[in-house]
T-cell receptor, first 115, second 114 residues
Framework: EAGVTQFPSHSVIEKGQTVTLRCDPI?????LYWYRRVMGKEIKFLLH????????ESGMPNNRFLAERTGGTYSTLKVQPAELEDSGVYFC?????????????FGPGTRLTVL | AQSVSQHNHHVILSEAASLELGCNYS??????LFWYVQYPGQHLQLLLK??????LVKGIKGFEAEFIKSKFSFNLRKPSVQWSDTAEYFC????????????FGAGTRLFVKA
């Protein structure tokens, strides 16, 4: 069974540019999450999808960030325009339908560097 | 607001030493508790979890953790570490009745000397 995949693995962009990160969850997982880790600090929750619906987007930093999950399969996270403080590793995770105790399976992350 | 505190950012041990990584959380309700591990070059993966029942939880690779509700703690232990345990360890919590938002600690980097 394929795990959670993320693309690209690395992205280096200049301040003001746009970047789109993609996450493909494990097939059949209704729950999809985005997290971010900045400069070795804690992994911070960004948002949670159940199928195509945003269940909780309380962690999204500001309106420069837009997440979508069309059709309830893969998800994209767009940053527009990117700022220096957006640099970090963006993780995607997915879990089965059911309780919040279900294990979240993580992707390898996308390392974003904004210059 | 929920938060998770991990007591040590870096730990260095020799092989066969015992390990205990501290984790405290702040949240007034009923929680699910997790320890995740990230080995060098690999994805984050689940070590163990607690959501109900016996507060002493056993996970993979000989790890265990004990939930002490009165102390809001969920410390990770291993009696004898191996070089292959070198990794970063994350404590995490989510609310059982509050959605799936998971709060992570800052991580503890463990280096085991061979």
């Amino acid at each position: 069974e394929a795990g959670v995949t993320q693309f690209p693995s690395h992205s280096v962009i200049e301040k003001g540019q746009t970047v789109t990160l993609r996450c493909d969850p494990i097939s059949g997982h209704d729950n999809l999450y985005w997290y971010r880790r900045v400069m070795g600090k804690e992994i911070k929750f960004l948002l949670h999808f159940v199928k195509e619906s945003k269940q909780d987007e309380s962690g999204m930093p500001n309106n420069r960030f837009l997440a979508e999950r069309t059709g309830g399969t893969y998800s994209t996270l767009k940053v527009q325009p990117a700022e220096l403080e957006d640099s970090g590793v963006y993780f995607c995770a997915s879990s089965q339908a059911g309780g919040s105790y279900n294990e979240q399976f993580f992707g390898p992350g996308t390392r974003l560097t904004v210059l | 607001a929920q938060s998770v505190s991990q007591h040590n950012h870096h730990v260095i041990l020799s092989e066969a030493a015992s390990l205990e990584l501290g984790c405290n959380y702040s949240y007034g309700g009923t929680v699910n508790l997790f320890w995740y591990v990230q080995y060098p070059g690999q994805h984050l993966q689940l070590l163990l979890k607690y959501f109900s029942g016996d507060p002493l939880v056993k996970g993979i690779k000989g790890f265990e953790a004990e939930f002490i509700k009165s102390k809001f703690s969920f410390n990770l232990r291993k009696p004898s570490v191996q070089w292959s345990d070198t990794a970063e360890y994350f404590c995490a919590v989510n609310a059982q009745n509050g959605g799936f938002k998971t709060i992570f600690g800052a991580g503890t980097r463990l280096f085991v000397k061979a």
